[in-house]
């Protein structure tokens, strides 16, 4: 007879269903809300441990299982735009969890009987390497999110920035890629008093007229054009950097443009550059 102890059941699914949440959130670009996530492991929990006490094994039909599964991402995700995507990309990981925990038990030649060192050790596993292959399944697709820190004299700032190589807004004087970042996550690259208000990033051509009449790095300043969905002829203001890093890969001193909108439907980044 297999004995099972309801508040291990309990503490291990909560792990486990946290570091599930927290992989298909890392994986979508999806903002870390720590504490919904946390919450709904909770929930997660208590659903394994109740479907262990008498009179509750209901709970263990298929039904009752993708019902818990989607409370849970409805929990952690809900009122995210991308709330499809995020909850398709959890069940994925939690199938290649299974997966590997049906893995560790064939190579340990162990049985069917749920063992606790095999979960977390799976659970590990499973969170380690699933998104380095998501990642690199979306870096040969064209799109990975990194982070940039951008440099402007003595000053800098980091951001997490989509990179795609979809994103063809370029510098037309050299040429070279420029970075969108949305105009407020850019504040600490300016001196109190020369970063710019909500708005100056709306109204770009204002902004750079005073800049060259009397503000400070007038040389650095430009007005960008750009296309986009909606917006046949629009206009950014950008300043010219002392030098872009995203990720290991050194821009140099590129344009970024200020947008006065986010860039992200979701939130999981705040620029965007071309490859």
């Known amino acids: 007879m297999t004995v099972v102890y309801i508040d291990e059941v309990f503490l291990l699914n909560t792990m486990v269903d946290y570091l599930l949440l927290l992989s298909a959130a890392r994986l979508t670009g999806e903002v870390l809300r720590r504490g919904r996530m946390a919450l709904a492991a909770l929930l997660g929990g208590l659903y394994a441990a109740l479907s262990y006490l008498p009179g509750w094994g209901f709970l263990s039909h298929p039904l009752c299982k993708l019902a818990s599964a989607v409370g849970m991402t409805l929990v952690a995700f809900g009122g995210s735009r991308r709330l499809l995507r995020v909850s398709l990309v959890f069940f994925g990981v939690a199938a290649a969890f299974g997966g590997g925990v049906l893995a560790l038990q064939l190579v340990a030649g162990g049985g069917p009987v749920l063992d606790l060192k095999t979960v977390l050790l799976s659970a590990a596993v499973c969170y380690a390497l699933v998104p380095l292959v998501f990642h690199r399944a ?5 799109r990975e999110l ?74 650095r300043w430009r007005l960008l054009p750009y296309r986009a969905v909606g917006v046949d002829h629009g206009l950014l203001l950008a300043v010219r950097t002392d030098g872009v890093r995203v990720g290991k890969e050194d821009y140099g001193p590129i344009l970024v443009a200020l947008s006065p909108t986010p860039v992200s439907d979701g939130g999981g980044y705040s620029a965007l550059i071309g490859a």
């Open 146 to 219: 990194a982070v940039a820190e951008l440099k402007l004299g003595e000053r800098s700032c980091r951001v997490t920035v989509l990179v795609d190589t979809g994103n063809t807004l370029t510098d037309p004087h050299t040429g070279r890629p420029v970075m969108v970042c949305e105009g407020e996550k850019a504040a600490g690259l300016f001196p109190e008093g020369e970063g710019l208000t909500a708005g100056e990033l709306l109204d770009p051509v204002g902004a750079l007229e005073r800049r060259q009449s009397n503000g400070s790095r007038n040389n």
């Open 138 to 142: 979306a870096r040969h697709g064209g």
